[in-house]
């Protein structure tokens, strides 16, 4: 049971770090100024959005968030 848990801790740090890189690579909401100005433009890009850089870190950010949560539990069950 040892080795399982140090593996399992493992697999924590490193979905924990992965989350935390994935979540400061996104870009913010709020576009300020610019946003409410130019708004047309965001339905454009809007359509394609899985397919963009952004969508692919927003998917990465959902699975590696629930990635470290079932671990999480996993671990807190485990002690």
């Known amino acids: 049971m040892g080795a399982f848990?140090?593996?399992l801790t493992i697999i924590l740090v490193i979905a924990e770090l992965f989350l935390i890189a994935?979540?400061?690579l996104q870009s913010?909401?709020?576009?300020?100024?610019?946003?409410?100005i130019s708004g047309g433009?965001?339905?454009f890009f809007?359509?394609?959005?899985a397919k963009s850089f952004?969508?692919?870190l927003e998917f990465l950010t959902k699975v590696s968030a629930a990635a470290f949560f079932i671990i999480?539990?996993?671990?807190?069950?485990?002690q």
């Open 41 to 43: 433009a965001e339905t």
């Open 72 to 78: 999480a539990v996993l671990m807190a069950v485990l």
């Open 22 to 24: 994935v979540v400061l």
């Open 54 to 56: 952004e969508g692919k």
């Open 5 to 7: 848990r140090i593996i």
């Open 46 to 49: 809007g359509k394609n959005k």
């Open 28 to 36: 913010g909401k709020s576009a300020g100024l610019s946003g409410s």
